[in-house]
């Protein structure tokens, strides 16, 4: 009798022991992944990769569930409202693309209170108690006018294709790329239109501004509108300049097609939509117990000459070039920010 | 024991609350508790106050297509002014109230649309709550985060201002003399006019009543918020709409129901919660949302139905 009940209790030791010991300390917790928009290319592709990296997590029982919740207005008191049903359910962290970079900021901190993790990336929220994972747009711009002035030591004339008018990631991948202009005098910016991160804008504001402008050598961007710069360099018959690209499809296949035709060369450079990802890691390693600083840096995805193929291969039609990271990247990242 | 009309008005809304509450508590047992409440509802409170505000404005038979802007302004006020120097941030708001009597005013003197005044308003309230921050931010003054954060014994704030507001609304929509000339006016303006009451003054006055309810809504919402953004509540124009029409008030002017429209408040927060907790995909839940009000609207008009047959026979 005795033995037997002996044996019961190990086979009962072993049954919860066993998987625990075998498995990271998060297989019981529950993320939730709060999103404020999902009507364009980019959104779609980081909801895609939150299911497909996040569903295999919760079938090797990583994490226990991992839902995402799309708000349907964009707007930021439906969110705080989602946020706190988040919650209510009994979420143990919540994973945040931010309608507004303040107005959340009363339900991110009732989520603390409550004990739960809250990670913000792409449209980050400003709780001190939240963490943070951004995109160093200045980078991104800077790197352009490196590559170019690795490409072109000569330098030239620029022509600068901006953003939405008002927005911070304007604003910063503006100032990256005058900073870089600053260190390479050699490049001048001749002349600058808002794209609105839009082909069909961007090749109406390229068509208007270069009957005016002299020999343009380079295109700088913001992504979504070199495409469109292109069309409009073709419309006006003048000699296609290096277009910096933004790693949607079109300008991939645009940028492949004159590969193959004369041996162009550009790159191709923006922050990947499954950045989603990244953040699912880093909440996961949160939960883990890992120590992890408030503000950490995404790195964006550049596509060069040689790559291009590839990138090009794994790009949905209409959809952006796209990577999911992996734990281990998110590791990376915690201990590039220590 | 005869029901009143008024009566049969509040029991729609109040069952079908009733109804989502206890769907709720099935699915998510953890909102049955005082911070569960509070999470369902404190969001309800600001929403509360501008249906207030639109009912006030639809009691008259006009509509306030602004309310979500003007709303929004507020909050950039509150955020920036009241916050940093309350004398000029009061002044605004009072400033603020005085537009909206007059353009009280000017719908009456004119004989304008107001749908057409309010909408011109919405971009003259979008475009000063974007001078004042151009970008998000802002911080809310003390005093209202910890009136919107208090924890009062027993009920949760959220309970406890959606109560006050509603019966304070209701004694002055449903019980006193100005509010009788209120309804009056949405109701009969000719009776009221050959009763020889001033209605430019009526109207202007319930004008600035509703501004200073949305300015209250601007406030409340930044207290639970602790910051602005000129978009904050640009939701709040339909919403508020909804909220009054589920509340059992009407568009024809002058049969509104103050209880019923906070109910209806709470109702349409409580439906968001709803379909959250069902896991309906957003794409969806727009659409689920309107479902859920056609269905309240149905079954009033049943039970309008009901009580003209009975009112015949």
Known sequence: MIIRKML?????????????????????????????????????????????????????????????????ENQATEQAAQIQNMILQGYDAIVINAASPTALNGAVKEACNAGITVVSFDGIVTEPCAWRIAVDFKAMGESQVEYLAKKLPKGGNLLEIRGLAGVSVDDEIHAGIQAGVRKNPQFKIVGAVNGDWAQDVAQRAVAGILPS????????????????????????????????????????????????????????????????????????????????????VVPFLRIDQGNLETNLAGTQKGGVANVEYSLEDAQKVISAAK | MRISTGTIRLVIPAASLALLLAAVFYMQPRAMSYTGLNLLFNLAVPIALATVAQMLVMAVNDLDLSMGAFVSFCACVTATFLQASPAVGVLIFLGAIAAYAVIGVVIHVRELPSIVVTLGMSFVWSGLAVLMLPSPGGEAPG??????????????????????????????????????????????????????????????????LAGFFAVLSGIALVGLTTSADANIALRYTLLSIAGVILGGGEFIGGKVSPIGAVIGALTLTLAGSFLSFMRISSDWQIGAQGAILIVVLALRLLLNRLEKREKSR
């Open chain 1, 213 to 296: 402008l002299p020999e343009i050598t380079a295109v700088v961007t913001q992504g979504g509108d070199g495409y469109g710069a292109a069309q409009a360099f073709a419309a006006a018959n003048r000699p296609t300049p290096t277009i910096v690209m933004g790693n949607r499809e079109d300008e991939l296949v645009w940028w492949k097609q004159q590969k193959d035709k004369n041996g162009y060369e550009t790159m191709s450079v923006s922050i990947a939509p499954g950045v989603s990802t990244l953040a699912f890691w880093v909440a996961q390693q949160i939960l883990d117990g890992k120590q992890v600083k408030k503000d950490l």
């Open chain 2, 143 to 208: 005093w209202a985060r910890w009136l919107m954060t208090s924890r009062p014994p027993f009920v949760p704030m959220a309970i406890v201002a959606s109560v006050i507001i509603a019966l304070v609304t209701h004694f002055a929509i449903m019980r006193s003399s100005v509010g009788v000339l209120i309804r009056g006016v949405g109701g009969n303006v000719r009776s009221v006019e050959r009763a020889g009451w001033s209605v430019i003054r009526i109207r202007a006055g319930t004008y600035a």
């Open chain 1, 8 to 72: 019961f209790a190990s086979v009962a030791i072993a049954c919860i022991a066993g998987p625990v010991s075998a498995l990271a300390d998060t297989s019981g917790k529950k993320i939730a992944l709060s999103n404020n928009y999902a009507g364009n290319s980019w959104r779609q592709a980081m909801l895609t990769s939150w299911d497909k990296i996040t569903k295999e997590a919760v079938s090797k029982k990583i994490v226990a569930a991992a839902d995402p919740f799309t708000t349907a």
